[in-house]
């Protein structure tokens, strides 16, 4: 039995069905979370001491090299990250993405040891880009 079937089995037998919340086409989800990441990367990375992190852990998520386990952390933080509501509004001054950096530090300390010099670089490409932009 694989740890996705173990992952299924868990969600299964707590009643819980991922699909519902997330949607069960992959690639669309993957994309509208790729669009809505880079949206709200354009508009507060700038505001993040942790804005290079972020995006790197972004590219490690998109590495088909990183385990899954580690992809579910950064997916999870990310998500936070560009959903509209959480627990600080990221529109209250200064404290409002206070949580997001938090959380994202965290998720980055965890998983730390996938994040290559090319996810990286890949981060530092982006931003040089979105600053001549």
Same mark, same amino acid.
């Given at each position: 039995?694989?740890?996705?079937?173990? $992952?299924?089995?868990?969600w299964?037998?707590?009643?819980?069905?991922?699909?519902?919340?997330?949607?069960?086409?992959?690639?669309?989800?993957? $994309?509208?979370?790729?669009?809505?990441?880079?949206?709200?990367?354009?508009?507060?990375?700038?505001?993040?001491?942790?804005?290079?992190e972020?995006?790197?852990?972004?590219?490690?998520?998109?590495?088909?090299?990183?385990?899954?386990? $580690?992809?579910?952390?950064?997916?999870a933080a990310?998500?936070?990250?560009?959903?509209?509501?959480d627990?600080?509004?990221?529109?209250?001054?200064?404290?409002?993405?206070?949580?997001?950096?938090?959380?994202?530090?965290?998720?980055?300390?965890?998983?730390?040891?996938?994040?290559?010099?090319?996810?990286?670089?890949? $981060?530092?490409?982006?931003?040089?880009?979105?600053?001549?932009?």
């Amino acid at each position: 039995m694989t740890s996705r079937d173990d $992952a299924a089995s868990w969600w299964s037998k707590a009643g819980i069905d991922p699909a519902a919340y997330v949607g069960g086409d992959e690639a669309r989800v993957e $994309a509208k979370v790729v669009r809505g990441f880079a949206a709200k990367a354009r508009k507060h990375l700038g505001k993040l001491p942790i804005a290079r992190e972020t995006l790197a852990m972004f590219f490690c998520l998109r590495d088909p090299a990183t385990p899954r386990w $580690a992809k579910a952390i950064v997916a999870a933080a990310l998500a936070y990250f560009i959903l509209p509501l959480d627990a600080m509004p990221d529109l209250l001054p200064i404290i409002g993405l206070g949580d997001d950096a938090s959380l994202l530090a965290a998720a980055y300390s965890a998983v730390a040891p996938f994040v290559t010099d090319d996810h990286r670089e890949q $981060a530092r490409a982006w931003i040089e880009q979105e600053r001549r932009s």
